[in-house]
């Protein structure tokens, strides 16, 4: 039996090619760099450092192959959910009560709507994953410098308000279904 479903499958090569790149990328960078890698950037740059490590140093690949099961988990249930438009009029009518109760309940309108839910999570984990590259980019700098390229800030939000846009307007196009 399979893991996910062959269209979550689909939808998470990306991700999976993006987690092998950086997971390459990261082995092929460890052995040249410094002692002291960056631990936080802030606005001025690189205002902390802690000790090389693959703890620190893989930290972005760790959390981005947490995120990843997480969000295609998340995709899986969703496609999982009775939509309501197949809710029997006895299970509607009390979904309708208890989601005029709760504002917390929810369901897809559609299994065409939930597939579009379901990619727009995998998508936005996409776009995290793209995000995490650019942060790896300075993380796996081979000088410990404390400057940070004026770059990162948009290369590192572009994508998540992207994915996050995407994800939001899935679930509005439901809502209003």
């Known amino acids: 039996m399979a893991l996910f479903s062959s269209s979550v499958r689909l939808w998470l090569l990306p991700n ?5 790149v950086l997971s390459v990328w990261g ?4 052995p040249h760099l410094p002692g002291r890698i960056p631990k936080h950037i802030g606005i001025d740059g690189v205002d902390a450092w802690t ?15 947490g995120m990843t099961v997480l969000m295609a988990g ?15 009029n006895a299970d509607a009518a009390a979904f309708a009560g208890a989601r005029a109760a709760s504002s917390l309940l929810n369901r897809p309108g559609s299994r065409a709507s939930a597939r579009r839910i379901a990619r727009a ?30 770059w990162l800030l948009v290369a590192m939000l572009l994508p ?13 196009s439901d809502r209003k279904r």
């Open 51 to 65: 000790d090389r490590s693959i703890g620190s140093a893989f930290v972005l690949v760790f959390v981005y192959a």
């Open 160 to 172: 998540l308000l992207v994915g996050t846009a995407v994800t939001v307007a899935a679930a509005v």
């Open 121 to 150: 999570l995998l998508l936005l984990d996409t776009c995290i994953g793209m995000s995490f590259l650019a942060g790896c980019a300075v993380l796996w700098r081979s000088t410990p410098d404390p400057n940070v390229p004026g």
């Open 27 to 30: 082995a092929l960078r460890y």
């Open 16 to 20: 999976a090619v993006l987690l092998v």
């Open 74 to 88: 998340c995709a899986e249930l969703t496609l999982w959910l009775t939509p309501r438009d197949e809710l029997s």
